[in-house]
């Protein structure tokens, strides 16, 4: 667990990036002979040939755990980030706290991961948040790692074009809905008081409104939040959880919001 200090490097060295041993046609093979064997219910033709897709892109292994089938859909896991960007001989990845939007107290952490793909590359960043609010109950207690995680993920899917979100970024699927949960994370606005019924774009819009807050700059803040190259492509629940992160930043420090969506004026998304 790294304090809230200094920024520090992962660095992907020799020993980490292994040695391919198997053609693709070998590893395809295998990837296709453990998903049925792990997910026999679930396995149809669509799937065997993204799973194949996949594997001949980025060479990813099932049996090591770089891809999860969830709600009929592939997740590449931090484990198979991590692996695929060993095998492009990553240089290294830094990760930072923002202290100034950390509140240690109340177990809320942000942090921004760069990730450097070659010598001369100036980076690709990723930013990733967790409090309470928005990880499963089973990881209460480590929102730190959980916010390094997200940011290491989102920097790493931007480097090398993987589209689809890492598992670490949604809540399981296997755990039952917890009632008391959904009500923190998703309470009425307090605005007016009947926020429950509405659609997700009317409390971004209300929150928006409220605070007088640019759309074009929360439109950018939210892609970069969800981990996302573009906002249609992230799911409900990331959605929601910015809406939600959104309100409360809003309600207790609107001008530390302001000036983190002003960090994203002129900016090019995907490169530092």
Known sequence: MTSLCHPFIIRLDDTNRGVLVRSKCDLARENSSGAKHKWPAQMNRALMKTLCLLTKSHQFSVACGDLL?????????????????????????????????????????????????????????????????????????????????????????????IG????????????????????????PQPANGNGGDRTVRDRLCQVIRQHQLDPNLVKAYA?????????????????????????????????ALLCQLNSYLGQKEGAA
């Open 69 to 161: 089938l969830l709600e009929s859909g592939w997740y590449v896991t931090h484990t198979g980030l991590i692996r695929l960007a060993a095998r492009r001989r990553c240089q290294g990845i830094q990760v930072q706290p923002i202290t100034e939007f950390s509140d240690t107290r109340n177990g809320r952490y942000v942090f921004k991961a760069t990730v450097y793909k070659s010598r001369t590359c100036q980076g690709f960043v990723g930013y990733g948040d967790a409090d309470p609010s928005n990880v499963s109950f089973l990881v209460h207690g480590a929102e730190m790692r959980v916010a390094e995680t997200r940011a290491v993920n989102r920097a790493l899917r931007k480097a090398y074009g």
């Open 164 to 187: 689809i979100c890492s598992v670490e970024e949604i809540r399981s699927l296997t755990e039952p809905p917890q009632p008391s949960q959904e009500s923190k994370k998703l309470p």
């Open 223 to 255: 892609t970069d939040f969800c981990g996302v190259k573009a906002l249609r492509e992230a799911t409900r629940e990331q959605v929601e959880s910015f809406v939600q992160h959104l309100s409360n930043w809003a309600e207790t420090d609107r001008n």
